[in-house]
């Protein structure tokens, strides 16, 4: 997990208790993902399915309205990050396309990426476009207004939150798991920023296959 920013004037004592919390559910998150990710078709179907995901509302980086309804239909990887992200969200994608280019033109049709913004002061639709375009993969970029993004991360237990620089900007604090939406849009398993683009393919080839 990145580093949190302290909110001014919030007890010590519920900070820490958040912070854990959120620790609990990354780990766990993990935990689940990993323990079923050599398994073909992961905790799909399973009451464990229901761990990760649920109802939201965005638009994409075309400004059409995306919602959960839209990741049915193939395996999605659904990644939230932001574009002034300085290493974890570019490394990530591009592991992810380069993955996906390792995949036959059947296999290539059945996944997609979906990269949610948590930043949506500065992310609008226009500049989520320009961004994916320069990774080349099946990426479809989301954003909306902060209550739409607060909902969607919640869904996904996505830990996020602003943290200031010097010069009066900011950088966004976020966790970072890749979570496998299957065709019926249910949670799966993850992927962490650690995995290979190698390991990635592989791990799709099973999916799809």
Same mark, same amino acid.
């Given at each position: 997990?990145?580093?949190?920013?302290?909110?001014?004037?919030?007890?010590?004592?519920?900070?820490? &208790?958040?912070?854990?919390?959120?620790?609990?559910?990354?780990?766990? @998150?993990?935990?689940? #993902?990993?323990?079923?990710?050599?398994? &073909?078709?992961?905790?799909?179907?399973?009451?464990?399915?229901?761990?990760? #995901?649920?109802?939201?509302?965005?638009?994409?980086?075309?400004?059409?309205?995306?919602?959960?309804?839209?990741?049915?239909?193939?395996? !999605?990887?659904?990644?939230? @990050?932001?574009?002034?992200? %300085?290493?974890?969200?570019?490394?990530?994608?591009?592991?992810?396309?380069?993955?996906?280019?390792?995949?036959?033109?059947?296999?290539?049709?059945?996944?997609?990426?979906?990269?949610?913004?948590?930043?949506?002061?500065?992310?609008?639709?226009? $500049?989520?476009?320009?961004?994916?375009?320069?990774? *080349?993969?099946?990426?479809? @970029?989301?954003? *909306?207004?902060?209550? !739409? $993004?607060?909902?969607?991360?919640?869904?996904?237990? $996505?830990?996020?939150?602003?943290?200031?620089?010097? #010069?009066?900007?900011?950088?966004?604090?976020?966790?970072?798991?890749?979570?496998?939406?299957? %065709?019926? #849009?249910?949670?799966?398993?993850?992927?962490?920023?650690?995995?290979?683009?190698?390991?990635? &393919?592989?791990?799709?080839?099973?999916?799809?296959?």
């Amino acid at each position: 997990m990145a580093r949190a920013s302290k909110p001014r004037g919030t007890p010590p004592f519920v900070l820490i &208790a958040a912070a854990f919390a959120g620790v609990l559910v990354l780990v766990a @998150g993990v935990m689940i #993902g990993l323990a079923f990710r050599d398994t &073909a078709k992961g905790v799909a179907g399973s009451p464990l399915s229901a761990s990760f #995901g649920g109802k939201f509302n965005l638009i994409d980086q075309n400004g059409k309205p995306f919602t959960d309804a839209d990741l049915k239909g193939k395996w !999605e990887m659904v990644f939230f @990050g932001y574009t002034h992200c %300085p290493d974890v969200c570019p490394t990530t994608l591009n592991d992810l396309s380069l993955a996906i280019d390792q995949l036959d033109a059947k296999e290539k049709k059945e996944v997609g990426i979906v990269f949610i913004s948590v930043d949506p002061d500065r992310d609008t639709p226009a $500049v989520l476009k320009s961004y994916i375009e320069s990774f *080349g993969g099946p990426i479809t @970029g989301l954003t *909306g207004t902060a209550d !739409e $993004v607060k909902q969607a991360a919640q869904d996904y237990k $996505v830990y996020y939150a602003k943290h200031p620089t010097a #010069g009066g900007g900011y950088d966004m604090d976020h966790s970072a798991l890749i979570y496998i939406m299957d %065709p019926e #849009g249910r949670f799966t398993a993850t992927f962490t920023p650690d995995d290979t683009s190698d390991t990635i &393919a592989a791990r799709l080839k099973k999916l799809v296959g």
